[in-house]
């Protein structure tokens, strides 16, 4: 009985014979108690809502009754009974647009436009909530049938996004600015509404240069980036930058994939690479590489990988991407939960997804890890998995695209960020999910002992010793 009193106590509000106050003293048995009250026996009380659409039609009917009534319920009564119910339906329509009311709170809360959705995703533990969401049932839960389509590369993921062959994809965070600026693709509004991931990538060098820890030594090094734009390369870069190198001129940054680093590593194509996990790890277990330092321990809580997709998408199809969206935030917070890191190892392990042994990504997703050099580490928050997209790391993306020359001009760092990181969205599925977004969308950051200030980007791009600005 108690589970139907939501549902009963949404009485028509346009019938005399309905009393919508169901007030502390009520003891009808919609209120779960044994009162025969005529006024309780509503034609609405004799056929139940069938439907959450029928619901949330009837809950704003009722919001919009009672507003015009002053919550007056003899009066709203009174005046059912000296018009009608579809008189007095129709009188209020005309003056309040409300089916416009319903369709705004249908097509927010509604079911998904198209339930048959494919989702792209690089086989990296960053796309651990997009991979996971697909086993463990997320999607199913809102109402979606997700095909996660495991790609090869960013430009791959990119340009299926941009062919609409996928609904929408697992993206590196600078990826959205990029394709919204047109920097090395078409200009397309896309929209990234959630992180995936912060922290969660390493840089990692060949065994046989262990003796060669001070970046400063180098030199003349090849080194594998997974896309350019990544936060892998402008970390990379940022990196041994302050350690006096120019990236461009000391040492060479190539494109290679993430399931190729290994390979790559132990054909001396490479001397080392910055990589998302878990082919950090995957190097020290086949012996070939160990890890220098986590980037968490260049900037800790940087952003990684994010779901992304077009402006289009979102817009077109706004009850799909709301589902999505709240599976993947749902998925993320679970995943931020460090008992749950070891069923996802499980999880994601497959050959359809990551391809990986399972011991290898728990040793990322737990944090103890092996490092190549003979300690066994503990560091939980290797990985993380938080999804506020902050506009002030839309910002600092955004400096290093002009700071390394991938931008030029005039740039509108905050126009851009809150074009692309939706934080409202985010915020909204957060508290949904009875999750605390934060309160505001822009913080200082400091990295390798440096202050980013948001408010004075162009500033912060101009200050390096080492740049192309």
Known sequence: MASKRPISSLGDPFSADSDLRHGAGCGCTACGGDGD???????????????????????????????????????????AALLGGTTLSAALSAVFPMDKAKAAILDTLGKPEKAKLNVGFVPITCATPIIMAKPL??????????????????????????????????????????????????????????VENINGQAIVLHVDHKDKQDPKQWKGFKFGVPFEYSMHNFLLRYYVAEHGLDPDKDIQIRVVP???MVANLRAGNLDGYLSPDPFNQRAVWEKVGFIHILTKDIWEGHPCCAFACSAEFAETLPNTYGALLKALVDGTQYASKQENRKEISAAIAPTNYLNQPVPVIEQVLTGRYADGLGNIKDVPDRIDFDPFPWHSMGVWILTQMKRWGYIEGDVDYKGVAEQVYLTADCAKIMTDLGLTPPDKTYENYTIMGK?????????????FAITRV
């Open 37 to 79: 009250h005529a006024h309780h026996a509503a034609p609405a009380d004799a056929n139940p809502l069938a439907s959450s659409e029928d619901i949330l039609e009837r809950a704003v009917e009722s919001a919009v009754v009672r507003s015009v009534f002053g919550h007056n319920e003899l009066s709203r009564r009174s005046f």
């Open 137 to 194: 049932g997320f999607y199913e839960k809102y109402g979606l049938d997700v095909d996660v389509i495991k790609t090869a590369g960013w430009a791959v993921a990119r340009d299926k996004s941009l062919n609409k062959e996928y609904d929408a994809s697992h993206m590196l965070t600078p990826m959205p600015l990029a394709i919204t600026m047109g920097a090395g693709s078409t200009a397309t509004p896309f929209i990234m509404p959630a």
């Open 258 to 260: 993430p399931p190729e």
């Open 451 to 463: 202050t980013f200030d948001p408010n004075e980007p162009e500033a912060y791009a101009k200050s």
